[in-house]
């Protein structure tokens, strides 16, 4: 806000001394100045009323602006910056254009009290009367919206470095409540606003305090969590430059609980010294439970691609409502580049609400536009947003001078293009139906956007894991792969991206690259547990039973907890011969796992196979089968395999007819014809008596 005034309005002008004119002695309070008739316009009674409403809730001490309009001589020595500004619109701030639907806190002036100020202005000046005095608006708290219920900051000063581009650092905030308690409304202070880009806040429940990961000396990580609670999702928690807080609505808020914090995400910029940052967040209660679950739907575009020298680059976007909402408020987004914005609503009938329209976009004014009225939107509305870019030498806020290419991306000097919408479904039901068709047509978004950022900037490769991602998903495990290559080749330290690709390889039966990325990862940390299994697998997947069985006990070494691993090393074991220390792993799973059917069914091979005296058990063999199969409800064919063979044999007919029989008829029931049709095979050759192991080999 600061740069606004001094450098995009009037370039700081010299300040005059009240006279009447340029210089000079100022006049004594409370005198009529020379030349102000009764009739003419004067501060105290014409001007004040219009400067204390429109000018002095920022303009005063503890707030953005610059310098404060609380005297005549604060707004006198400024009148000729006040008349520049407020003509050319740039004063008080406000970016939509009049339309038929009003916004709350409209700051905008009438077309009189401009005029009123100008003649003022044009006049020299005068104060007026002391009779037609106004006394300055006091203010309850340096807060916009009065004194806070609470007021939480930052743990620790980040101090922000001098040099390089863009800085994201992610900071948690705990809040010291003992009850829940109902957030209505907030509010951001910046000790330092100029440095300071945009905050992203989420509410976070104690629970969630793992997903941050190790937290920096100064309380600051570096990306914010990935899966994030959902309370506040349908409000728009965020500042940008320029952002008034909204005052709260009956009704309209979101819980926080004992133990929980704000996750706040900080996008900051290098100043070209050291700065120190560090911030206020103001939050207000309200006394009851929401009675309105909002829920919040961008429109916009992820595929910006700006050639240098545009004047009106446009993206467009459209999103048909399923279920009836009410429209409670809307919210802009663009970088530098962006010209002008639009929103509008379409309903059913084809008439057309404009919602938003901003003629000359400005970065340092974002903010968020309640309606004074919610908008009723029935279903089958299509809500229409479209931003145009100008990549010209004439926007003077373009930060490329010459020009340049711009694409999408979070950085300041990237571009993006969205308005977002909050919107209330009437119910539970239509909520449901809404964030379903909403959240497809999103993620299409963003994926469209991720493909052509990877085409246009093949070295993005933030994005590159993100689409990987997205890919492996959706089962399209190769195209993962593709990407996930890319970031380990350029990118030989990126642990998470190595990770995903072994596993993904794995997948997909390339066991052999699988091993590499995992013989990397484990000489890297070779105290992980998950890394030496999973390098097991791979090694097992290329027949490797020995190796295998090296890495699930080194595994084992750092969690002896790890049953899976436990599991797979007893089944190397077996396969090597090695019965006598695979049952002593069978034995210790069950006893902690005593449902795990597979240790169960394991066992009973063993005493089945193993020809030796001391282990050779039918009998046991069949008690053991059988609880595999009552664990896995008579649906698993191999487990019930393994039953008819340890029923032959031991010599159990009545055993293998009771389970088969049941696991059949079961199979029935369920139209399982190919699994009935295998046990019947199973019951025929292991009713009589049979010789077992021939069974199961």
Same mark, same amino acid.
């Given at each position: 806000?600061?740069?606004?005034?001094c450098?995009?309005?009037?370039?700081?002008? @010299?300040?005059?001394?009240p006279?009447g004119?340029?210089g000079?002695?100022?006049p004594?309070?409370?005198?009529v100045e020379?030349?102000?008739?009764?009739?003419?316009?004067?501060?105290?009674r014409?001007?004040a009323?219009?400067?204390?409403?429109?000018?002095?809730?920022?303009?005063?001490?503890?707030q953005?602006?610059?310098?404060t309009?609380?005297?005549?001589?604060?707004?006198?020595?400024?009148?000729?910056?006040?008349?520049?500004?407020?003509?050319?619109g740039?004063?008080?701030?406000?970016?939509?254009?009049?339309?038929?639907?009003?916004?709350?806190?409209? @700051? @905008?002036?009438?077309?009189?009290?401009i005029?009123?100020?100008?003649?003022?202005?044009?006049?020299?000046?005068?104060?007026?009367?002391a009779?037609?005095?106004?006394?300055?608006p006091?203010?309850?708290?340096?807060?916009?919206?009065?004194e806070?219920?609470l007021?939480?900051?930052?743990?620790?000063t980040?101090?922000?470095?001098?040099?390089?581009?863009?800085?994201?650092?992610?900071?948690?905030v *705990?809040?010291?409540?003992?009850q829940r308690r109902y957030?209505?409304?907030?509010?951001?202070?910046?000790?330092?606003p100029?440095?300071?880009?945009?905050?992203?806040?989420?509410?976070?429940?104690?629970d969630?305090?793992?997903?941050?990961?190790?937290?920096q000396?100064?309380?600051?990580?570096?990306?914010?969590?990935?899966?994030?609670?959902?309370?506040?999702?349908?409000?728009?928690t965020?500042?940008v !430059?320029?952002?008034?807080?909204?005052?709260?609505?009956?009704?309209?808020s979101?819980p926080?609980?004992?133990?929980s914090?704000l996750?706040?995400?900080?996008?900051m910029?290098?100043?070209?010294?050291?700065?120190?940052v560090?911030?206020?967040?103001?939050?207000?209660?309200?006394?009851?439970?929401?009675t309105?679950?909002?829920?919040?739907?961008?429109?916009?575009?992820?595929?910006?691609?700006?050639?240098?020298?545009?004047?009106?680059?446009?993206?467009?976007?459209w999103?048909?409502l399923p279920?009836?909402?009410e429209?409670?408020?809307?919210?802009?987004?663009?970088?530098?580049l962006?010209?002008?914005?639009?929103?509008?609503?379409k309903l059913?009938?084809?008439? @057309?609400?404009?919602?938003l329209?901003?003629v000359?976009?400005?970065?340092?004014?974002?903010e968020e536009?309640?309606?004074v009225? !919610?908008?009723?939107?029935?279903?089958?509305?299509t809500?229409h947003?479209?931003?145009?870019?100008?990549?010209?030498?004439?926007?003077?806020?373009?930060?490329?001078?010459?020009?340049?290419?711009?694409?999408?991306?979070?950085?300041?000097?990237?571009?993006?293009?969205?308005?977002?919408?909050?919107?209330?479904?009437?119910?539970?039901?239509?909520a449901?139906v809404?964030k379903?068709?909403y959240?497809?047509?999103?993620?299409?978004?963003?994926?469209?956007?991720?493909?052509?950022?990877?085409q246009?900037?093949?070295?993005d490769?933030?994005?590159?894991?993100r689409?990987?991602?997205?890919?492996?998903?959706?089962g399209?495990?190769?195209l993962?792969?593709?990407?996930?290559?890319?970031?380990?080749?350029?990118?030989?330290?990126?642990i998470?991206?190595r990770?995903?690709?072994?596993r993904?390889?794995?997948?997909v *039966?390339e066991?052999?690259?699988?091993?590499?990325?995992?013989?990397?990862?484990?000489?890297?940390?070779?105290?992980?547990?998950?890394?030496?299994?999973?390098m097991?697998?791979a090694?097992?997947?290329?027949?490797?039973?020995?190796?295998?069985?090296?890495?699930?006990?080194?595994?084992?070494?750092?969690?002896?907890?790890m049953?899976?691993?436990?599991?797979?090393?007893?089944?190397?074991?077996?396969?090597?011969?090695?019965?006598?220390?695979?049952?002593?792993?069978?034995?210790r799973?069950?006893?902690?796992?005593?449902n795990?059917?597979?240790?169960?069914?394991m066992?009973?091979?063993i005493?089945?196979?193993?020809?030796? !005296?001391?282990?050779?058990?039918?009998?046991?063999?069949?008690?053991?089968?059988?609880?595999?199969?009552?664990?896995?409800?008579?649906?698993?064919?191999l487990?019930?395999?393994?039953?008819a063979?340890?029923?032959m044999a031991?010599?159990?007919?009545?055993?293998?007819?009771?389970?088969?029989?049941?696991?059949?008829?079961?199979?029935r029931?369920?139209?399982?014809?190919?699994?009935?049709?295998?046990i019947?095979?199973?019951?025929?050759?292991a009713?009589?008596?049979?010789?077992?192991?021939?069974?199961?080999?």
């Amino acid at each position: 806000m600061i740069a606004a005034w001094c450098g995009v309005a009037v370039g700081c002008e @010299r300040e005059s001394t009240p006279t009447g004119g340029e210089g000079g002695a100022a006049p004594e309070t409370g005198e009529v100045e020379a030349g102000a008739s009764d009739g003419a316009v004067t501060f105290n009674r014409d001007v004040a009323p219009i400067i204390y409403q429109h000018c002095t809730t920022c303009h005063r001490e503890g707030q953005s602006a610059p310098f404060t309009f609380l005297s005549y001589r604060d707004v006198y020595k400024r009148r000729n910056q006040i008349r520049q500004v407020i003509r050319s619109g740039f004063m008080p701030p406000w970016q939509p254009e009049a339309g038929d639907l009003a916004f709350v806190g409209d @700051r @905008r002036m009438t077309a009189a009290e401009i005029e009123t100020v100008h003649g003022w202005v044009q006049a020299g000046g005068p104060e007026g009367s002391a009779a037609d005095r106004r006394a300055a608006p006091t203010f309850e708290s340096a807060w916009a919206l009065g004194e806070p219920d609470l007021v939480v900051r930052f743990p620790r000063t980040f101090m922000l470095q001098a040099d390089g581009t863009d800085v994201f650092r992610f900071f948690r905030v *705990d809040l010291p409540i003992k009850q829940r308690r109902y957030v209505a409304a907030f509010d951001f202070r910046p000790d330092n606003p100029a440095v300071v880009h945009h905050v992203v806040m989420q509410p976070s429940g104690s629970d969630r305090v793992q997903l941050l990961g190790p937290v920096q000396p100064s309380g600051a990580t570096e990306r914010m969590p990935i899966t994030a609670v959902d309370t506040a999702d349908g409000f728009m928690t965020g500042w940008v !430059p320029g952002r008034k807080p909204l005052p709260p609505v009956k009704g309209l808020s979101w819980p926080v609980d004992p133990g929980s914090s704000l996750e706040v995400q900080l996008h900051m910029l290098p100043s070209g010294k050291v700065e120190p940052v560090q911030m206020s967040i103001a939050l207000y209660f309200a006394d009851e439970p929401p009675t309105m679950f909002p829920m919040k739907l961008r429109l916009g575009s992820q595929e910006q691609d700006i050639p240098a020298g545009a004047t009106d680059e446009k993206i467009e976007d459209w999103f048909q409502l399923p279920v009836d909402v009410e429209l409670l408020a809307i919210m802009p987004h663009a970088h530098y580049l962006g010209k002008e914005i639009r929103a509008d609503a379409k309903l059913p009938d084809n008439r @057309r609400i404009e919602l938003l329209h901003i003629v000359h976009w400005d970065f340092n004014w974002q903010e968020e536009y309640r309606f004074v009225e !919610p908008i009723a939107l029935p279903a089958g509305t299509t809500l229409h947003v479209s931003i145009t870019y100008d990549n010209s030498e004439d926007n003077t806020r373009n930060p490329n001078q010459p020009p340049q290419r711009v694409l999408f991306g979070p950085n300041s000097s990237d571009e993006m293009g969205d308005v977002w919408f909050q919107v209330v479904p009437r119910n539970a039901q239509d909520a449901a139906v809404l964030k379903g068709q909403y959240a497809a047509k999103d993620l299409a978004a963003w994926v469209r956007g991720w493909q052509k950022r990877v085409q246009v900037a093949p070295d993005d490769y933030e994005t590159r894991n993100r689409l990987a991602i997205h890919y492996a998903t959706r089962g399209k495990l190769h195209l993962a792969i593709e990407q996930w290559r890319e970031v380990v080749r350029a990118l030989p330290g990126s642990i998470g991206p190595r990770v995903k690709l072994a596993r993904a390889l794995a997948q997909v *039966d390339e066991h052999a690259e699988a091993l590499v990325h995992y013989e990397h990862l484990v000489a890297q940390r070779p105290g992980h547990a998950g890394w030496h299994f999973e390098m097991g697998l791979a090694q097992m997947g290329l027949g490797e039973a020995e190796q295998a069985a090296e890495q699930f006990g080194a595994a084992l070494a750092i969690d002896e907890g790890m049953t899976d691993a436990r599991l797979y090393l007893a089944s190397m074991l077996t396969a090597q011969d090695r019965h006598g220390e695979a049952t002593v792993h069978l034995e210790r799973v069950i006893s902690e796992r005593p449902n795990a059917a597979t240790a169960y069914d394991m066992l009973a091979n063993i005493f089945l196979l193993d020809n030796r !005296p001391e282990t050779y058990d039918p009998k046991r063999a069949v008690a053991l089968a059988v609880k595999a199969c009552e664990l896995t409800g008579l649906r698993d064919f191999l487990k019930l395999r393994t039953l008819a063979a340890a029923c032959m044999a031991a010599g159990d007919a009545a055993t293998a007819e009771r389970m088969l029989g049941g696991a059949q008829e079961s199979a029935r029931e369920r139209w399982d014809e190919d699994l009935a049709d295998r046990i019947v095979d199973l019951i025929e050759r292991a009713v009589p008596k049979r010789d077992g192991e021939a069974l199961l080999n």
